[in-house]
C-alpha cells in the first residue's frame, strides 16, 4: 500500500536533506502530522522564509541577516589573524572554544575531485581582497579529510606569494572527520598546535 501523495511529496523532500533516510523522513512526517497545527504553521513559515532572511556576509561569508556578520563588526577581534574555515557551521564550532578572536573567511566548500569543484569555485577571491597590511597570520582549519587536505594545499601554495604567516591547525581531529562534530577541547589543542606551513 502506497502514502497518500502529500505524505510521500514531504517524505521524499525530508530525504533531500543530509543525513535523513526513508525510515527517518517517514518517522518526521508521522511526527509532524501530530504536532499542533500552531507549530507546523511557525515550522512551515521559518522554513519559507530562510533563504530570504539568511545571507552571507560581504566581508567573511558567514551567515548574517544583515550586511555584514557580527564577528567582522566587533571592534574587539583581533583583526590581524584570519581563521579559514570551509562551512559557517565551522565558524560557530571554532566560537564555542572560546579562546579564538581573531576573523573568519569562509569558503563555502572544500576542492574535491570527486564533485568537480576546483579552487575557483570557492570564496577565495574576497579573501585576498582582504590580506592588507594588517594581517599578520592565516590560520587554514579545513577539515582533515582528503578534500580538506588538498584545500589547505592550495591555500598555502597560494598564500605562500604573501608575507604571512600561514599555519594549519593540528591534527588533534582525527582524519576523515568535520570540524563541527569536534568537542571544544578538541577544537582548543587543535588551534594550540597548529604549525606553519
Do not use: W
Not at 597570520?137 to 597560494?158: Q, S, W
Not at 568535520?178 to 577541547?185: Q, R, V
Amino acid at each position: 500500500m502506497n502514502y497518500p501523495q502529500a505524505f510521500q511529496d514531504l517524505v521524499d523532500c525530508f530525504k533531500r536533506l543530509p543525513g535523513i533516510g526513508g525510515k527517518s523522513a517517514e518517522r518526521l512526517v508521522y511526527h509532524i502530522l501530530s504536532m499542533d497545527k500552531k507549530y507546523v504553521d511557525e515550522f512551515a513559515e521559518a522554513l519559507a522564509t530562510i533563504q530570504d532572511k539568511i545571507h552571507y556576509c560581504k566581508k567573511c561569508g558567514h551567515i548574517c541577516e544583515n550586511e555584514y556578520c557580527d564577528i567582522c563588526l566587533d571592534p574587539d577581534r583581533d583583526q590581524s589573524t584570519i581563521c579559514i574555515v570551509e562551512d559557517p557551521k565551522d565558524v560557530f564550532a571554532m566560537e564555542k572554544v572560546k579562546e579564538y578572536r581573531g576573523l573568519y573567511h569562509v569558503l563555502h566548500g572544500s576542492v574535491s575531485i570527486m564533485e568537480g569543484k576546483t579552487i575557483e569555485d570557492l570564496n577565495i577571491a574576497s579573501l585576498f581582497d582582504r590580506l592588507d597590511d594588517n594581517v599578520k597570520e592565516v590560520i587554514i582549519a579545513t577539515n582533515p579529510t582528503r578534500d580538506g587536505e588538498t584545500t589547505a594545499l592550495y591555500l598555502a601554495k597560494l598564500l605562500a606569494k604573501k608575507n604571512i604567516n600561514t599555519s594549519r591547525i593540528a591534527n588533534g581531529l582525527p582524519i576523515g572527520s568535520n570540524i563541527d562534530y569536534a568537542d571544544e577541547l578538541t577544537l582548543l589543542k587543535s588551534l594550540e598546535g597548529r604549525k606553519k606551513i
